[in-house]
């Protein structure tokens, strides 16, 4: 049995990450506290053009670590997911998705206590922007070869779920595309 007993606001400005406190009463009859954290969606935008992901070389705080990661960041409300991929890919590597694009894969990253969707958009061009990149994002974009995706991820140079996912997801789309020889 769930209930909930206490919520918090992160920021009181920014009612868009709460942290609820759920009084849980478990099939064995132990009662305890469960915290439940509530974030926005997040957008990603995975870019491939010419066998290349568009990636951001950068440091991340949080985790005190240099590593690869796709752009993205939160949905607005009411905004489409794919619509804040193309967006945040803009805003934090100077290229633009060209088109549409389409839904890749969409998520829960850590379902035992944070409520959020992750969603994961795949284009296959961009084009570069003239407008200037957010400041606040430290890293610096670089095309990285598809091939090279899964040898950092077994290396654990690729930071956040979102790109782990995405970039596997379309590793294995793309080679389960591709005839099979016998040899």
């Given at each position: 049995m769930w209930g909930a007993r206490t919520t918090a606001a992160a920021d009181a400005d920014d009612a868009s990450i709460r942290v609820d406190l759920h009084d849980v009463t478990a099939p064995e009859g132990d009662r305890f506290d469960y915290p439940v954290v509530h974030l926005p969606s997040v957008g990603v935008a995975l870019v491939v053009r010419d066998e290349h992901v568009l990636m951001l070389r950068?440091?991340?705080?949080?985790?005190?670590?240099?590593?690869?990661?796709?752009?993205?960041?939160?949905?607005?409300?009411?905004?489409?997911?794919?619509?804040?991929?193309?967006?945040?890919?803009?805003?934090?590597?100077?290229?633009?998705?060209?088109?549409?694009?389409?839904?890749l894969i969409a998520f829960?990253?850590?379902?035992?206590?944070?409520?959020?969707?992750?969603?994961?958009?795949?284009w296959t061009d961009a084009e570069p922007t003239d407008e200037p990149l957010d400041r606040h994002e430290p890293g610096r974009a670089q095309w990285v070869a598809v091939d090279d995706v899964v040898r950092?991820?077994?290396?654990?140079?690729?930071?956040?779920?979102?790109?782990l996912v995405g970039l596997l997801q379309?590793?294995?789309?793309?080679?389960?595309?591709?005839p099979r020889r016998n040899y």
């Open positions: 950068t440091y991340r705080y949080p985790v005190n670590r240099y590593g690869w990661e796709l752009p993205g960041g939160g949905v607005d409300d009411g905004e489409d997911p794919g619509v804040a991929a193309a967006r945040e890919a803009a805003e934090e590597t100077g290229w633009r998705p060209v088109g549409e694009g389409r839904p829960e990253p850590l379902p035992g206590g944070v409520v959020t969707r992750v969603h994961v958009h795949l950092l991820a077994a290396a654990g140079d690729l930071l956040g779920s979102g790109t379309y590793v294995a789309e793309t080679d389960a595309s591709r």
